[in-house]
C-alpha cells in the first residue's frame, strides 16, 4: 500500500518569540518494510535546519528560528510504501520465557539491540500495579505473538479512550488508575507490562489509516498522529508491532516514523524559545491511501 501522509502543525503564541530552537522528528525512520517515496518539510518563518541521527531510531531535523515570530506553522508531507503483514500467532512461535532469555543473553548494543529497551525509561518507570494486571496475559511458557495480541485486546476492552482523560505529560500510573487516555497512555501502559515480564518493548510514533463508515466521506486533515508497541520476538521473528488502542497486531495500515523508549524519546516537537509567552497548538494530520484500497 502507497500512502500520501500531510502533518500540519499551527502554534500561536501570545506574545513576541525572539528566538525559536527546535527538534522535529517528522522524517519516517528507515525500516524493512516500508519505503519513502518522496518527503518535504516546510517552515515558516524560514528555519535554518540540518538533519542528525537521533539516540534511538528517531531522526531529527534541528531548526532555527532567529526572526521574532507570533506564530510557528510546521508542515510535512511524505509518500510511503508499507508492504507489512499483520502477524498472527502460531503453534510454533518463541515463548515469553525463551524470548526473556534470548534478549538477555543477547550481546549487542546497536540501535535496535533488545538490552536498549528491557528497562525502566523515563516515562515508563517499573509499577508493580501494571506489572501484575498484565501479568496474566504474559505466562512464560506462552506463545509471544499471542499473548502480545492478548494483552492489546485486554487493554482496548479495559480502558476507555478519552482525549479529556490524560495530558501529554500525565505518568504512566495515573492513566492506568483513571482506566482511561488516549494512545500513548495505552501504549507507555503496554509497555510497563511487558517490560515487567523481561520482554524488550518499544514506543512506536506513528500514523494510522483510518477508513470512514459506510457511504460517509473521509474527513481531510480528521486523521490523528498514533502510537503503539513494538516487542522484540527472537531473532527468527525480529521486532513485531501491537496496537492497544485498536486491539491489534499492526499491519500496513500503520506508517512507523520513530521508535524510542517512550514517548519522550519521539515526539514529532521539542525545543526552546526565547519569550515568556502562552501558546495554542493545532495539529492536522492526512492519511491518503493511494492505491485503491
Known amino acids: 500500500m502507497i500512502y500520501d501522509v500531510s502533518h500540519k502543525t499551527t502554534i500561536n ?6 528566538l525559536a530552537e527546535f527538534n522535529l522528528r517528522m522524517r519516517p525512520a528507515e525500516w524493512p518494510d ?11 518563518p524560514p528555519a535554518r535546519t540540518f538533519n542528525r541521527e537521533g539516540a534511538y531510531l528517531a531522526p531529527i531535523t534541528r531548526a532555527r528560528i532567529d526572526t521574532p515570530l507570533r506564530e510557528l ?36 548494543l546497536e540501535v535496535l539491540a533488545p538490552a536498549n529497551y528491557l528497562y525502566p525509561s523515563p516515562r515508563v518507570p517499573l509499577d508493580p500495579a501494571i506489572a501484575e494486571w498484565c501479568a496474566p496475559d504474559l505466562a512464560v511458557g506462552r506463545g509471544v505473538v499471542e499473548a502480545g495480541l492478548a494483552l492489546a485486546q485486554r487493554i482496548k476492552k479495559s480502558f476507555d479512550y478519552d482525549d479529556k482523560a490524560t495530558e501529554a505529560d500525565t505518568p504512566v500510573n495515573e492513566a492506568f488508575a483513571a482506566k482511561a487516555g488516549v494512545c500513548q497512555d495505552f501504549a507507555h501502559i503496554m509497555l510497563a507490562g511487558l517490560r515487567a515480564a523481561g520482554l524488550p518493548a518499544a514506543y512506536i510514533s506513528g500514523y494510522l489509516r483510518t477508513i470512514p463508515p459506510p457511504g460517509k466521506a473521509r474527513l481531510v486533515g480528521a486523521d490523528a498522529t498514533h502510537a503503539w508497541v513494538m516487542v522484540w520476538c527472537g531473532e527468527t521473528l525480529g521486532w513485531l508491532g501491537f496496537d492497544p488502542t485498536n486491539g491489534c497486531t499492526v499491519g500496513d495500515g500503520h506508517i512507523l516514523v520513530a521508535l524510542g523508549r517512550d514517548y519522550g ?7 526552546v524559545l526565547l519569550g515568556l509567552t502562552g501558546q495554542k497548538l493545532k495539529v492536522a494530520v492526512d492519511v491518503v491511501p493511494v492505491d485503491p484500497v
Open 73 to 108: 506553522v510546521i508542515s510535512k508531507h511524505f509518500r510511503i510504501k508499507i508492504e507489512r503483514f499483520a502477524p498472527e500467532p502460531r503453534a510454533d512461535d518463541p515463548t515469553i520465557g525463551e524470548i526473556r532469555e534470548s534478549a538477555l543473553a543477547h550481546q549487542g
Open 34 to 44: 516500508q519505503q519513502v517515496i518522496s518527503q518535504n518539510l516546510g517552515i515558516t
Open 265 to 271: 524519546d519521539v515526539s514529532p516537537i521539542d525545543g
Open 13 to 18: 503564541y501570545d506574545g513576541i518569540v525572539r
